[in-house]
Nanobody, 120 residues
Framework: VQLQASGGGSVQTGGSLRLSCVAS????????TGWFRQAPGKEREFVSA??????SYADFVKGQFTISRDNAKNTVYLQMTSLKPEDTAVYYC????????????????WGQGTLVTVSS
């Protein structure tokens, strides 16, 4: 499975962005897909994940970010709203066969990352 993340950019505080993660190589439907982020000088952290119809979120993005998937397009989305400067990071999508996990070590396939910059 190859993953391609896109949709990052620069926005002001309160703005929105939608990240996309497109999978190629085989059907995506049996895979959990997670979004992680890494801010400058910090470790990479879990943001959200989706497996079939179930989704999970880190506490700090609940109500702010929404993850969804379109199996026909082999794409997972992360809709980000009410963005804050602390959301500035490189966002990575990752995939694993089976249910979602919070640990990045559980994910086998990784995209290249897309940069989100939120200015005040």
């Amino acid at each position: 499975v190859q993953l391609q993340a896109s949709g990052g950019g620069s926005v002001q505080t309160g703005g929105s962005l939608r990240l996309s993660c497109v999978a190629s190589g085989q059907s995506f439907s049996g895979y959990a897909t997670g979004w992680f982020r890494q801010a400058p000088g910090k470790e990479r952290e879990f943001v959200s994940a989706i497996y079939r119809s179930g989704s999970s979120y880190a506490d700090f993005v609940k109500g702010q970010f929404t993850i969804s998937r379109d199996n026909a397009k082999n794409t997972v989305y992360l809709q980000m709203t009410s963005l804050k400067p602390e959301d500035t990071a490189v966002y990575y999508c990752a995939a694993r066969w089976g249910p979602s996990r919070y640990s990045e070590n559980e994910y086998v396939y990784w995209g290249q990352g897309t940069l989100v910059t939120v200015s005040s």
